[in-house]
């Protein structure tokens, strides 16, 4: 037993006889000494152990070396020297040197070992926990040298005992994700909305977020084109919406890369595309240019499908002028009396199709009236023509052309129901004429056209 497990028990003793003292009966006294001895030996015994288990783990070699008993003058001698590791861990670079008396030269040795100045030594690399390693050599009286008295062998073991162990720490640091969303396409010249959704899928907080962008030529916005926001702190697991709005200045497909970063720390791009197809319905505008106070003009807007695809969702808006009230509209149109607007909803346009549209109106004010028409398809944007009719007041009189003298027609509007035109189902009302068209002829086209019957009459 190893000497500090025996000083150990030897203090448990002392402390057992500390205890009981001498007053009891011999007999009795030495049984219970016996047995409370037996208890603390083994429990002093078991903590040395662990100790021991504990103090074992690191690499341990033991070397032993086995020499002939005796040699005859001139005789070889074999000596066999075993490494043992007894430890917990592996022995690394272990390197066993023997170092004999002068007068004895190798012979040979198991495994090769390196031999100089009276010195075997072999690297016998690692040996792991309870392993071991045997090697062998055989020496030979040198011959240039009188005969040694004795042989004499020194083996040294020297190796590398690691002690290693191993641990996590988790850096806490933000991680930026970044996506784009926008329409699948806008008309040129129409505001687009780009979401950009910013978030944090680290685990520290994301600070001064900020989004950067460098529009390309054909999206134009109110800031320039080199735009930059700041988003602020994002928490982890935090995610943020940012809108940026654009305008497509022409037709065609604009690329631009957008790109959220932070101080020390990778950033995240995406590239978003908007597409702006050029719109590729025909349409023109057609009117009096010139009409009197109370007259009635025929009005017509004409549109053309000129792409090979079907032009979808199709409507066109007529935004009247003040001084211009509907007589009359064809081909299903609507009309929003709060708002002075007509409608139209043809759908859809197949290719190479075309459509007229007449309505007729009927001039309430003096002065340039001007109708706006805006015709849009779903995904192909909007047109905007402008039609200008000049109002002027009737003439009082007029110089007959050719000796015809000039109509004018009183073409009051009457509503054919009682809707108001809240109700869906009311539509535009139809022009009446009320009494007759007869011919309106100024006092002195009329003093000149009866003169000659005048003078007929007087002859």
């Not at 040979?108 to 690399?125: F, H, S």
């Not at 654009?246 to 604009?254: D, H, I, L, S």
Request: charged share 15%.
């Amino acid at each position: 037993m190893r000497p500090e497990f025996v000083r150990a028990a030897g203090g448990v003793w002392e402390q057992v006889n500390s205890i009981l003292g001498t007053g009891f009966v011999m007999q009795w006294h030495f049984g219970v000494r016996a047995a409370l001895l037996t208890v603390a030996y083994w429990l002093v015994i078991g903590q040395a152990l662990r100790s021991q288990q504990v103090a074992s783990n690191p690499a341990l070699l033991e070397v032993r070396q086995k020499l002939p008993p005796s040699l005859a003058p001139s005789q070889a001698a074999a000596l066999e020297i075993q490494v043992t590791n007894h430890g917990g861990a592996a022995a690394e670079n272990v390197i066993v040197t023997s170092s004999v008396t002068s007068g004895w030269d190798l012979l040979d040795a198991d495994p090769i070992a390196d031999w100089g100045a009276r010195r075997a030594c072999w690297r016998l690399g690692t040996i792991e926990p309870n392993g071991s390693r045997l090697v062998r050599l055989r020496l030979t009286p040198a011959v240039s040298e009188r005969a040694p008295a004795e042989l004499r062998s020194d083996v040294q073991a020297t190796y590398q005992a690691n002690a290693a162990t191993g641990g996590v720490v988790a850096v806490q640091r933000p991680s930026l994700d970044l996506s784009v969303t926008g329409q699948d396409a806008t008309p040129p010249g129409e505001p687009t909305s780009l979401l950009i959704t910013v978030a944090n899928n680290g685990n520290a907080p994301a600070e001064n977020v900020t989004l950067q962008t460098l529009l390309p030529p054909g999206l134009s916005h109110p800031s320039g084109n080199d735009l930059e926001t700041a988003v602020g702190t994002l928490r982890p697991g935090e995610t943020r919406l940012v809108t940026l709005m654009v305008t497509p200045t022409r037709a065609g497909e604009f690329q631009t890369r957008i790109r959220a970063s932070i101080a020390g720390e990778p950033a995240a791009e995406r590239d978003a595309t908007v597409s702006a197809p050029a719109f590729k319905l025909a349409a023109e505008a057609h009117g009096p240019r010139n009409l009197y106070l109370g007259w009635t003009g025929s009005f017509e807007i004409s549109i053309r499908n000129d792409d090979s695809r079907p032009a979808q969702q199709v409507a066109i808006v007529v935004a009247l002028p003040a001084g211009l009230a509907v007589s009359r509209a064809g081909d299903n149109a609507s009309y929003d009396a709060k708002a002075h607007l007509l409608r139209w909803q043809p759908s859809n346009l197949g290719p190479g199709e075309a459509r007229t549209l007449v309505w007729s109106g009927v001039a309430r004010s003096v002065g340039e009236q001007i109708c706006q028409v805006q015709i849009t398809a779903a995904s192909q944007g909007r047109k905007t023509l402008e039609w200008r009719t000049a109002v002027a007041d009737a003439p009082v009189e007029r110089p007959a052309a050719s000796g015809h003298s000039t109509l004018q027609a009183t073409v009051p509007v009457t509503a054919s129901s009682r809707a108001t035109p809240d109700d869906p189902n009311w539509r535009p009302p139809r022009a009446t004429l009320a009494g007759t068209i007869v011919p309106v002829v100024s006092p002195q086209a009329a003093e000149n056209a009866a003169a000659p019957q005048a003078a007929a009459d007087r002859r």
